[in-house]
């Protein structure tokens, strides 16, 4: 099942560069919706959780898009310590428990 | 703070040999959760526990077995190792499963191979 759908990259972009990424979900369902950020060889950290309305925290933007199902996470301003792996996480229902349906992650990877 | 605690770090099986994943957290979380992280996939829901004293399947559950100790201790055992249970494992906890804004934490990870 591709019930969450990341592109994987790697996106390389230079120092300062702005980039995006998208995740797709299957179901339409889904109520809540987060990015966490893995760090090679280390365990997930959550990033954010993504709003309806969308969100910004400093350089972050996460931003929803129902209709078309898919949510979005913006960096501005990219630095070296931004180089990850990018995790799109989608509760596909609420009401369930352990649910947490995790895509396979995009690579950034921040250059000099 | 700790946070969630697993041990061991790394480990190498046998084929058919047995272990235990000992995870334990130190935020009074009511629900805790054992993952695996295979190259090229997501990670994928092995068990998970709602609250102390209840485990349930995840996407994965097969040759594993799971106990929830008490409110701070969540074990994932290998009754006999196979090959294809060579993953890295996260152990992870939250305050509640099923709430809509459920968020994780998660255990640095057990790097396992099964020759």
């Known amino acids: 099942r591709k019930e969450v759908e990341q592109d994987p990259g790697p996106f390389n972009v230079p120092e300062g560069a702005t980039v995006a990424f998208n995740c797709t979900y299957s179901n339409s369902a889904s109520q809540s919706f987060f990015w966490y950020r893995q760090d090679c060889r280390k365990e997930p950290k959550l990033l954010m959780s993504v709003y309806s309305s969308g969100n910004e925290d400093g350089r972050f933007t996460a931003q929803l898009n129902r209709a078309s199902q898919y949510i979005s996470l913006l960096i501005r301003d990219s630095k070296l310590s931004d180089s990850a792996t990018y995790l799109c996480v989608v509760n596909s229902d609420g009401g369930s428990q352990g649910n947490l349906i995790f895509g396979k992650g995009t690579k950034l990877s921040v250059k000099p | ?115």
């Open chain 2, 1 to 115: 703070n700790a946070g969630v605690t697993q041990t061991p770090k790394f480990q190498v099986l046998k084929t058919g040999q047995s272990m235990t994943l000992q995870c334990a957290q130190d935020m009074n979380h009511n629900s805790m959760y054992w993952y695996r992280q295979d190259p090229g996939m997501g990670l994928r829901l092995i068990y998970y526990s709602a609250s102390e004293g209840t485990t349930d399947k995840g996407e994965v559950p097969n040759g594993y077995n799971v106990s929830r100790l008490n409110k701070r201790e969540f074990s994932l055992r290998l009754e006999s190792a196979a090959p294809s249970q060579t993953s890295v494992y996260f152990c992870a906890s939250s305050e509640a499963a099923g709430d809509r804004n459920e968020k994780l934490f998660f255990g640095s990870g057990t790097q396992l191979s099964v020759l």
